[in-house]
Nanobody, 124 residues
Framework: QVQLVESGGGAVQAGGSLRLSCAAS????????MGWFRQAPGKEREFAAA????????DYADSVKGRFTISRDNAKNTVYLQMNTLKPEDTAVYYC?????????????????WGQGTQVTVSS
């Protein structure tokens, strides 16, 4: 079992940037595909980005493509989400998650392990 802890959230003005981190413990992160999801108040959780075990493949939701970049450092057991050109609609709790599936997935049900989330607030 792997434990995930997100950090790096905060409040930022529109157009600004934040870098989220997800630190893993309990197991080596390289055995999992990793994803970032987000949930805004009153809305369902939605997929944001995913990265393969090696980091060689990534996938993004259309809403964040070109603005967000997911990366990982398996030596540090950490996954990152660089968020640029933030918009008020990016305001949400951001969760990292680990998946043991063979391919990148965009559905939360395919991820077995979740962090507690970190709040991102973007003001206009």
């Amino acid at each position: 079992q792997v434990q995930l802890v997100e950090s790096g959230g905060g409040a930022v003005q529109a157009g600004g940037s934040l870098r989220l981190s997800c630190a893993a413990s309990g197991r080596f992160l390289f055995i999992y595909n990793m994803g970032w999801f987000r949930q805004a108040p009153g809305k369902e959780r939605e997929f944001a980005a995913a990265i393969s075990r090696s980091g060689g493949a990534t996938d993004y939701a259309d809403s964040v493509k070109g603005r967000f970049t997911i990366s990982r450092d398996n030596a540090k057991n950490t996954v990152y989400l660089q968020m640029n050109t933030l918009k008020p609609e990016d305001t949400a709790v951001y969760y990292c998650a680990a998946s043991a599936t063979g391919t990148l997935r965009t559905t939360g049900d395919d991820y077995a392990y979740w962090g507690q989330g970190t709040q991102v607030t973007v003001s206009s």
